[in-house]
């Protein structure tokens, strides 16, 4: 159950990645109001794992992950503002697309 739950998620955060970089070019303002609505939630259950790991110290990354993970959150004193979320979670989108996704993607498709 687990499994699928965290698949679910991947497949969600892979689907904006889709939506944001591929339809809409990397930004929202070209992507239709029911795709910006998806986009937005998949940041918004982002940004509430995040403050969930600020509140508890609880990550929802399985423990063998979290040497490669370098959020230091015990070095703000607050938790990251919304807009500096966003910055951070579209710049890390960004780089999963273009250095995972569209590759894979474009394999796929020559072969």
Do not use: I
Not at 80 to 109: C, I, T
């Amino acid at each position: 159950m687990a499994k699928q739950l965290a698949h679910a998620a991947f497949l969600r955060r892979y689907h904006a990645r889709e939506l944001l970089f591929g339809k809409g070019g990397g930004q929202m303002k070209r992507l239709p109001p029911r795709d910006k609505q998806y986009v937005r939630f998949v940041w918004r259950e982002a940004y509430a794992a995040y403050l969930h790991l600020r509140r508890t110290g609880e990550d929802r990354y399985p423990k063998c992950w979290r040497h490669r993970r370098q959020l230091n959150v015990s070095a703000r004193s607050e938790p990251m503002g919304e807009r500096g979320h966003w910055n951070q979670w579209y710049r890390s989108q960004k780089a999963r697309y273009f250095r995972f996704d569209l590759p894979r993607k474009v394999q796929g498709d020559a072969s």
